[in-house]
Structure formats: C-alpha cells, structure tokens
C-alpha cells in the first residue's frame, strides 16, 4: 500500500482510512475474516475488499455507513497513533512553503516523533528527494521505519538512531532544507549548518511551544550566521457562511427622511403590517430570501484558538556568498 500513488479498487493488505465523521476515523488494514464494528454496525473485510476507495458501504445490520478513504499524509495525520505531541496539517503546510520543499529536495528533521511530519514531507519531495530523519528513541525508531516502508515510503525516509544535539547529524554538504522538533534545538544548529549544500542558499526551522525556546534558536541561528530570522505563528481561523440582509443605507436614510416629510408611516411598521391575503399561496424559500434581500457571507468566529507552537525561520547562506563585497558606488 502506498501513499505516494492513487488505487481504484482496495484489495486484502491495504490500508482503509474509514470515515464515520470528520471527528471520527480510523486506520484499518484489509485482512480476509476479520470485521470493523462501530455502534451502528458490523463492516465486514471481505465485503470491502474489492470495493472501490471513496465509496460509501453500508453496514450488515442496513443501520450504518462509512466512507472507504484512500490514505493519504493528510489523513494518515488524523488517525495516526501517537507516539509523541505531532505537527498538524496548518504547520506542516507553512513549512513545506517556507522551506522550499518540491520534488527532488533533501531534507533533515529531527526528532521523528510519531513521523506526521515525516510523511507530508516524503510526498512533496519524491520521487528523488530524500528525508533524512534522526530520532533518539530506540522504539520510536523501530515503529517508524516499519511504517515508512509499509506506506512506500522506504527508499524516500533515510531513518537514524541518534541524539542529534550530542552527537550532531554527522552529513556535510548534503541537504537544502532543516526541520528541528526538538526540546534544545539551538544545540543542532551548528551541526545542521555543516549539513546545508554549502553552495547554495538553504532553509531551516525551528518549532518550538515556548517563547523562551525562540530566543534561545535566534541566538543560536545568528551567532552561526543565519540571516533573514523571522518567527511566525500560524493559527487557524475558523469562518461559518451566514445569511445576512442587505442594506443600502444611503437608500435606506433618503427614503426614511422623504416618508417623513410626506407624514408616511415607517418601512418597517408597513412591512410588519402586510399579511398573506386568504388565497395567497406561501411564499417559497426563493422568495423570501429575495424579499428579505439576504445574501450569504462568511464570517470568522470571534476567538482564534490553537496555539502549538512558534515557528523560527532562518537562510543558510553559502560561505562564498557572505564573503561577497557590495561596492556602493558599483550601480549594477
Ligand atoms: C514532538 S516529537 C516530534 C514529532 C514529529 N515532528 C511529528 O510530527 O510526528 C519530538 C521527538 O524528538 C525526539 N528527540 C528529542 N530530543 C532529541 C535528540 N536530542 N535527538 C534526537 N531526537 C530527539 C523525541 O524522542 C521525540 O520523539
């Protein structure tokens, strides 16, 4: 099962992301004889399989249904059973564009963690990329390297089992883009620093739940040289599409003022005053909204939640760049 690419039909093996709600999914792979069973039924495997991905199946009892998704990082980051505190899907999309991740791009993160990261990271940068991700938890090791190749991830994710911040990630001249996750990731900057292709520029991240930690990663990337240091948050910003009314309140004041002078009663006690006559059909939806002059908007909900953390950007510039003198008088 990989996802790296797209099937039509599922077969026994394979990875189903079952949706039940968007609260509510699960990981399951297809194995003959077994069953999936939530409160409102029983999915059995052998049903499934041959089934296509993205179809809906109704369970044996006819009481409940799910949807059969193909995986994907996105969903894999929904479901995924953590091992650790993961990235999210808003994180991880800022930093693939702020690192310049594409295809062919090669990358190190550090730690793996639970590998959210690791697999939205592997689809953007194959078929030639490569992520060289380092982690120092034996056991975290082992069930993320089984899952990078079960997900056909093996030949992309390099796994190695390393104290990073001790023992340094041991590449020289190898990667444009750095990843760090870490509780002390200024003590991998310099090391990640070697790592950087040093003939051109490269991207580097640190993300980081505390303000404390960002001061501490500044002033580890700018004693190393780094430049452009910027620290972003990204919090998501929830809208709901709402009917509102629309009002010319231009038209809206000539009219009252020129009701007023002519001694008329208000818009409004008109409006409030007119009845259905008795065989007036109901007014339908269409109409209503038409006469109520509705339009519909979108609104964001007045409180942003969801701080996980601060993201600290920094360029690696090439040593042979930092070097260059700018004449001022030179005009080119
Ligand atoms: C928050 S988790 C990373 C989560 C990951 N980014 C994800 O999205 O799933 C941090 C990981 O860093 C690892 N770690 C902490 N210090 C480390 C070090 N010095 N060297 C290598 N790994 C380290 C921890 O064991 C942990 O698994």
């Not at 193909?70 to 899907?89: D, G, M, S």
């Not at 390297?145 to 001249?173: A, L, P, S, W, Y």
């Amino acid at each position: 099962m990989s996802f790296r690419g797209w099937k039509k039909y599922i077969e026994e093996g394979d990875l189903v992301i079952v949706y039940m709600t968007r609260e509510s999914m699960t990981p399951i792979f297809m194995k003959k004889g077994t069953i999936f069973q939530n409160r409102f039924g029983v999915y059995k495997h052998d049903e499934i399989i041959g089934k296509e991905y993205g179809s809906k199946f109704v369970s044996s009892n006819y009481k409940g249904f799910v949807y059969l998704l193909h995986p994907t990082p996105e969903l894999w980051t929904l479901v995924l059973p953590h091992r650790t505190q993961i990235l999210y899907i808003a994180d991880i999309s800022f930093v693939t564009t702020l690192l310049d991740m594409k295809p062919g791009v090669h990358v190190i993160e550090s730690g793996t963690g639970s590998g959210s990261f690791s697999h939205s990271i592997a689809r953007t940068i194959a078929p030639t990329g490569r992520l060289y991700s380092f982690e120092y938890h034996q056991d975290r090791v082992s069930l993320a390297q089984t899952e990078f190749n079960n997900h056909g991830f093996g030949d992309i994710i390099k796994m190695h089992h390393r104290d990073v911040c001790k023992d340094g990630f041991q590449m020289k001249d190898q990667v444009n883009a750095v990843f760090l996750d870490l509780p002390a990731p200024w003590d991998a900057v310099a090391s990640a620093k070697e790592a950087f292709k040093q003939d051109r520029t490269g991207k580097i991240c640190c993300f980081s739940p505390c303000i404390e930690q960002v001061a501490r990663s500044v002033a580890a990337l700018d004693e190393h040289g780094f430049i452009d240091i910027t620290m972003y948050e990204c919090l998501i910003r929830e809208h709901t599409v709402a009917p509102i009314q629309k009002i010319d309140f231009a038209e809206a004041i000539k009219d009252a003022r020129s009701r007023k002078t002519q001694g008329l009663a208000s818009v409004d006690s008109v409006v409030k005053k007119r009845k259905l006559g008795k065989d007036e059909p109901f007014p339908t939806a269409e109409e209503v909204e038409e006469a109520a002059n509705l339009m519909l908007v979108s609104r964001a909900l007045g409180e942003t939640r969801g701080h996980t953390s601060y993201l600290t950007f920094a360029t690696f510039l090439p040593p042979t760049a930092t070097s260059v003198v700018v004449d001022d008088n030179d005009s080119a």
